[in-house]
T-cell receptor, first 112, second 112 residues
Framework: GPKVLQIPSHQIIDMGQMVTLNCDPV?????FYWYKQILGQQMEFLVN????????KSKLFKDQFSVERPDGSYFTLKIQPTALEDSAVYFC??????????FGPGTRLTVL | QQKVQQSPESLTVSEGAMASLNCTFS??????FRWYRQHSGKGLEVLVS????GEKEEGSFTAHLNRASLHVFLHIREPQPSDSALYLC????????????FGHGTILRVHP
């Protein structure tokens, strides 16, 4: 099926630093999402993005988080500054019609 | 707020024996239900999506939705050891939001 890629697969950074997680969505998809999964807990919605704008975000999407897709390339999640509780696996997804979402393999973020 | 729960937490079956997984949701206005599978270290693979009461079959996977009882089931016919994975139920309220609410998942082990 359609493939979503995420780069890097693992990232380790010090608390307070900035981190950017990259998602390479399916080429003709228009809707983009980020989800967060803390170890042992269920996957939770962070944000969805369409036509250059955030459509909806959850309480987990703190002020330190931002998303963008400059020039139709990677869809990115930036966290600045990072906190210990940001340690989790972050999954990106994309969709053509906001119905069927295709997920990437996740980026494991460890904040020390 | 939508709550999605899955049972059992883990299930072990023999190769070829039917496996049945359960998912309950709390919001009766939900109209969009999906089952995903996640092999260790990989992304989510969509198995079957269902939008109306009744059954929907995709290969060896059958989803059964009963909105009145707030249940959506997944039946796996003749599972193979390669079907051993984490199975996730996800619920949303249609294309306007795209936000998926996930359960914790059921770990399925299929013994040869």
């Amino acid at each position: 099926g359609p493939k979503v890629l995420q780069i890097p697969s693992h990232q380790i950074i010090d608390m307070g630093q900035m981190v950017t997680l990259n998602c390479d969505p399916v080429s003709n998809h228009l809707y983009f999402y980020w989800y967060k999964q803390i170890l042992g807990q269920q996957m939770e919605f962070l944000v969805n993005f369409y036509n250059g704008k955030v459509m909806e975000k959850s309480k987990l999407f703190k002020d330190q988080f931002s998303v963008e897709r400059p020039d139709g390339s990677y869809f990115t999640l930036k966290i600045q500054p990072t906190a210990l509780e940001d340690s989790a696996v972050y999954f990106c997804a994309s969709s053509f019609d906001n119905y069927e979402q295709y997920f990437g393999p996740g980026t494991r973020l460890t904040v020390l | 707020q939508q709550k999605v729960q899955q049972s059992p937490e883990s299930l072990t079956v023999s190769e070829g024996a039917m496996a049945s997984l359960n998912c309950t949701f709390s919001d009766r206005s939900s109209d969009n239900f999906r089952w995903y599978r996640q092999h260790s270290g990989k992304g989510l693979e969509v198995l079957v999506s269902i939008f109306s009461d009744g059954e929907k079959e995709e290969g060896s996977f059958t989803a059964h939705l009963n909105r009145a009882s707030l249940h959506v089931f997944l039946h796996i016919r003749e599972p193979q050891p390669s079907d051993s994975a984490l199975y996730l139920c996800a619920v949303s309220n249609g294309a306007n939001t795209g936000k998926l609410t996930f359960g914790h998942g059921t770990i399925l082990r299929v013994h040869p």
